[in-house]
């Protein structure tokens, strides 16, 4: 019965996303469920978090109730995000970026917003994006290493099995350096993986992989992370599982 059940609600989210145009969601969410599940995550990190798409998502979506901690360098954007989480007592948002240094850096605000890094956009990326991936300004941002937030976070919160998420827009390998030691408290990372230039100075996918398996995180799932730019993919997200918890 509960197998049943289970198959279910998976077909009715299924035809929920497709009637919303984000089928291509789908094999994300049900990863995210089983992981968080499984593993019982007890808070999120959310960095790269735009106007909460993302935990939002979460929420609506993969089931989780836990604590969600979102990071948007973007001040128009942040403000979007405010709203979206204020009514979420367990949602908490932060105006800064991640990184691998504790300061001030020049933010790129893109054309269209969701693009925006603390990287420039690389002069070989495919045309398709070339009028949205542009800069239209900067701005000056707080940057914060994660190794020196983390124990101001674990005091105000008391979480014990974190998971990672980064969508950052080339930036992702930064943030990782940035946590240090302090990357292995990690139950699971969800990372951005570039096969195509987008930014410059981006990690490759292939490149991404072989850093975190050398640092004790293994792949769990790999998926698209957009409807995709057939016949040639883009980027992809992984999601990673730390090497102690499965025992691999």
């Given at each position: 019965m509960n197998r049943y059940l289970r198959e279910l609600a998976d077909r009715k989210l299924a035809m929920r996303l497709a009637l919303a145009g984000r089928?291509?969601?789908?094999?994300?969410i049900q990863a995210l469920k089983r992981f968080l599940s499984a593993f019982s995550v007890d808070c999120l990190f959310d960095v790269g978090a735009n106007r909460g798409q993302y935990a939002t998502m979460l929420r609506k979506d993969a089931g989780y109730k836990g604590l969600i901690l979102s990071f948007e360098?973007?001040?128009?954007?942040?403000?979007?995000?405010q709203k979206a989480a204020a009514s979420d007592r367990k949602w908490h948002v932060f105006n800064m970026a991640l990184s691998d240094f504790d300061g001030t850096a020049s933010f790129n605000i893109?054309?269209?917003?969701?693009?925006?890094?603390?990287?420039?956009?690389?002069?070989?990326?495919?045309?398709?994006?070339?009028?949205?991936?542009?800069?239209?300004?900067?701005?000056?941002m707080q940057c914060r290493r994660?190794?020196?937030?983390?124990?101001?976070?674990?005091?105000?919160?008391?979480?014990?099995?974190?998971?990672?998420?980064m969508d950052t827009q080339g930036h992702d390998l930064s943030v990782c350096e940035g946590a240090g030691a302090v990357l292995t408290d990690m139950l699971g990372i969800q990372t951005e993986l570039g096969v195509r230039p987008i930014y410059e100075g981006g990690t490759g996918y292939r490149a991404m992989i072989d850093w975190l398996g050398d640092r004790g995180f293994v792949p769990s799932a790999f998926f698209a992370n957009n409807k995709g730019h057939f016949p040639l993919l883009v980027e992809m997200d992984g999601i990673f599982v730390n090497r102690t918890v499965v025992g691999a």
């Open positions: 089928v291509h969601q789908y094999p994300e360098p973007n001040p128009d954007v942040f403000v979007e995000l893109m054309a269209a917003d969701q693009f925006s890094s603390l990287k420039k956009p690389s002069g070989e990326q495919d045309a398709i994006f070339a009028d949205r991936n542009k800069v239209t300004k900067t701005v000056e994660l190794d020196t937030l983390l124990p101001e976070l674990v005091a105000q919160h008391g979480f014990v099995r974190p998971f990672l998420k």
